[in-house]
Each structure stands twice: as C-alpha cells, then as structure tokens.
C-alpha cells in the first residue's frame, strides 16, 4: 500500500489566515525536571491542514463533532487546476474531462499548485477559486467534502467570504484548506482520510490529510 502525507506540519513560524495568532508550543513538562516530555498547544481551531463545519460561518449548523466519523473517510479525486493563471477562476472546464469518477467520490480536492508557495508571502497571493457553476454543482453532488491547496476556499479580499456562506448555509459538508502533495495523487479516485480533533461545539480543527492506494 502506498501512503501519501497531504498534511503540513504544525510549527510556531507557519503561515497563519490574515489577523489569526500563529501557534504556540510551549513545553509542559521536561524529560529533565519531570520524567516525560508534555506540550501545551496554543492555536487556532483553522491553523495549517484543517477543515471547516458549516457552524463556521452559522450557528445553528452542524458542528464538526455531530458529523459521524464516515464523514472523513472515503474515496477522493484531484482536479487539476494548476495550469490556471493567477487570479483566475476555476470552471466546469477543469472537472468535465474526469467524468463519471466525478459522481463517484466522495471528495474532490482542487490542485492548484499553490503548496510551492508555503512559507512565502506569494501564498497569500490571487489563487485561483471555484466559480459560482463549480459551487453549485459541489453543493447538488452530495459530496462529504471539498478541498485545497490554499489558504481559502474565497479570495483573502473577501471579507464577507461568499462562497463560505453559499457551501455551508444548507449544505452538511466539510471543507478543507491547505492541503499539499495533491500532485503526487494522479487522476483516478483513491482511498482518502481527514479525520479532525474531536473538539465539543468544533467550528473548525486542524486535520491529519492521508492519501493511500491499494
């Protein structure tokens, strides 16, 4: 079985969404003064590879918590995006020539390339996003959910973040952001896993993203 990692490390120097703290470590206990190693984590419940419920934008929505384990596990499918200019918009274009597999996964996870960018000021640039076509056929496909290679799922100009309120004002669905390695998956569909923190009333929780082919 081959196992790709999608996830990015958690450290105190990452990149952060615009006016959120970036994590702290700090260590709790010492293998010197108490017998063991402890540490106290201090972050944003969408800090690095992390999903959003639908209560991240409403509050009467569905947590991540009351979605069942399932919700995270499945078969996915990368779009490939990465030949989209900057600024640009993702179309029915990028998913019609992956047909029926369209139908046939549970999560479709756009590649955008952008993960090159990680760890510069470039990946707070003009992504390329999902267009209002795109959108409305994820919210009819009944998909668990939808993921990226950026830092959102709307333009970091989009204060009132639309396509957030759009995806999630009725539909149970999660989304992800900043995932990497989507290259590395090829275009057919795949056993894929993004299991969240079980956090009480979760508006949001970091994610260990797992591609594996069997």
């Known amino acids: 079985m081959r196992v790709i990692d999608l996830t990015h490390t ?3 120097d990452m990149p952060v969404y615009p006016g959120s703290g970036t994590p702290r470590l700090t260590l709790a206990g ?3 003064k108490d017998g063991f190693k402890e540490t106290l984590l201090q972050m944003s419940s969408h800090t690095g590879t992390h999903m959003d419920s639908p209560s991240h934008l409403f509050s009467d929505r569905t947590t991540l918590d ?16 990465c030949d989209l200019p900057v600024g640009g918009a993702i179309t029915m274009e990028q ?14 996870l756009f590649n955008l390339g952008w993960d090159e960018y990680w760890g510069t ?22 998909y668990k959910g939808i993921g990226f290679d950026v830092i959102g799922l709307d333009p970091i100009a989009d204060e009132n973040l639309t396509r957030h309120k759009k995806l999630f004002s009725s539909c149970d669905i999660v989304n992800i952001e900043n995932l990497k390695n989507l290259d590395c998956c090829g275009d057919d569909l795949f056993w894929f896993s993004c299991c ?14 797992i591609a594996w082919f069997e």
Do not use: M, N
Not at 95 to 108: T, V
Not at 121 to 137: K, M, N, R, S, T
């Open 196 to 209: 969240p923190l079980k956090i009480e009333d979760s508006d949001g929780a970091p994610i260990r993203a």
């Open 10 to 12: 958690i450290t105190q």
């Open 66 to 81: 009351e979605f069942p384990a399932s919700q995270f596990i499945g078969k996915a499918l990368v779009i490939d995006c």
């Open 95 to 108: 998913l019609r020539p992956y047909g029926d597999k369209l139908s046939q996964a549970d999560f479709l």
């Open 121 to 142: 000021d470039a990946y707070f640039g003009d992504y390329p996003c999902v267009d209002e076509e795109v959108l409305d056929f994820i919210i009819a496909g009944d």
């Open 30 to 32: 010492t293998y010197e």
